[in-house]
C-alpha cells in the first residue's frame, strides 16, 4: 500500500511487472496521500485511514484465481 508521497521503486517494478504479465491490481493508498498516474492504471483504489479500515475493505474485496 502507499502511505506517503515518497516515490517507492519497489512498488514502481510491481506495478510494471503486473502490467507487463496482463495482470490487474489494486491499489491500497492512505488518505490524503494524492498519487499520479498509478491510481489511474488500477482496477480499483482502496483508500483507508488505519489499517483495520484496510483489512475491513480487503475482507469485502472479491478476488479471482
Not at 10 to 32: P, R, T
Not at 38 to 63: G, N, P, Q, Y
Amino acid at each position: 500500500f502507499i502511505k506517503n508521497e515518497e516515490k517507492s521503486e519497489g512498488i514502481l517494478v510491481e506495478i510494471g511487472y503486473c502490467i507487463g504479465k496482463g495482470k490487474s491490481f489494486i491499489l491500497a493508498k492512505k488518505n490524503g496521500v494524492s498519487t499520479t498516474s498509478i491510481a489511474e492504471m488500477a482496477r480499483s483504489v482502496i483508500e483507508f485511514d488505519s489499517i483495520e479500515e484496510l483489512t475491513k475493505a480487503l475482507s469485502s474485496f472479491k478476488f479471482y484465481k
